[in-house]
Each structure stands twice: as structure tokens, then as C-alpha cells.
């Protein structure tokens, strides 16, 4: 019997962990370049066993603010979100990792039967694929949304109106456009 079985997560060709304190050995490459009070620490980890810890800045306090680690469309990136600062990371060339969106990233999906990776800010829904943003959408909130799925071709989004009922609205995941 097959079973048809769907990945959640892109493939990587590197292991991410994430670190509680600086390395023994104190070598780590910041992001930006000034060292932050606390930043995030994770050991970046190629297949031929070389590694490096980068440490990424923070965005915002908020509480709903997302942090992890998360797999791109591409098997040599990641996406990393540090208190809401969302950062594209080459792996294999710490130097060439760039802020993606500087603060209040709330939530990161993968879909991967699209080839993007959806990050949701309060307003607006921002979609990567392997050759960096595909789109960004319009206004999707005044106060905030969560995506509730994604597939090849939708991504559907609940939102809540001025009198707290919730609708749920449809984008088209190649464009951003409402359909």
C-alpha cells in the first residue's frame, strides 16, 4: 500500500542549532555587525562537518514577535527570525547573509508545493523563493492575521474585523493579489 506522504519543510544541505551561550572558542560572526545584548546564537553546520555561529540581532519586544530557525527554497539558506528580524542566511558564505525584514516578523510558513516561504508581519504577508522575494502583498490587516494554509495555488489567511468577527481571505501565492 503507498501512502502519500506531504513535507512540511524544505530540504537543507546544513544542520542549524540553536546555542544557549557563546562557543568555547568565542568566534562568531554578528548580524548586523554590532554586537546586540542578547542576540540569537546558532551553529550553522555544512556536511562536511565544517561550522560557524552567527549571532543575529533582535527586532522588537513585542510578545507575539517570531524567533527560529526555519528552511528556505533554497538548500544553502535559511531563514532565521530573531525576535521578529527576519534574516536570509547563506550557509556556506556567512558573509553574504542579509536582513530580510527588520522587525515583527509573528509568523513563518512553508509551502512547499509553491516553492515559497510566507512570513506574515501584522499588515502584510511577504513570500521568498529561491532567488530571494518573490512579492509582497497589499494591506491584509489592521491588527493582525494568521495564515491558515498554503498550497500550490492559495494561501488563505483569517482576519479580524472592527466588530471582532473573522473572515478569512484568499491570495493567489504566485502573485499576493487577493482573489
Request: with cysteine; aromatic share 8%; net charge negative.
Amino acid at each position: 500500500m503507498m501512502t502519500n506522504t506531504m513535507r512540511l519543510e524544505f530540504a537543507r544541505e546544513y544542520r542549524a542549532d540553536i546555542l544557549e551561550e557563546v562557543p568555547g572558542d568565542g568566534q562568531i560572526c554578528y548580524f548586523p555587525e554590532a554586537q546586540c545584548e542578547s542576540p540569537l546564537l546558532v551553529r550553522f553546520t555544512l556536511p562536511d562537518g565544517a561550522s560557524w555561529v552567527g549571532g543575529f540581532g533582535t527586532g522588537s519586544l513585542a510578545a507575539r514577535a517570531c524567533t527560529g530557525v526555519f528552511a528556505s527554497p533554497s538548500p544553502t539558506r535559511s531563514c532565521l527570525v530573531s525576535r521578529g528580524r527576519a534574516y536570509l542566511v547563506n550557509v556556506k558564505e556567512a558573509g553574504k547573509t542579509k536582513v530580510l525584514l527588520s522587525e515583527l516578523v509573528v509568523q513563518v510558513v512553508a509551502d512547499v508545493p509553491a516553492g515559497v516561504l510566507l512570513l506574515a508581519d501584522p499588515w502584510q504577508l511577504h513570500a521568498f523563493g529561491a532567488a530571494g522575494l518573490s512579492w509582497s502583498s497589499n494591506r491584509i490587516a489592521t491588527e493582525g492575521f494568521q495564515v491558515l494554509s498554503a498550497d500550490e495555488r492559495l494561501v488563505v489567511v483569517r482576519v479580524e474585523d472592527p466588530d471582532g468577527e473573522f473572515e478569512d481571505r484568499r491570495l493567489d501565492v504566485r502573485t499576493g493579489q487577493f482573489v
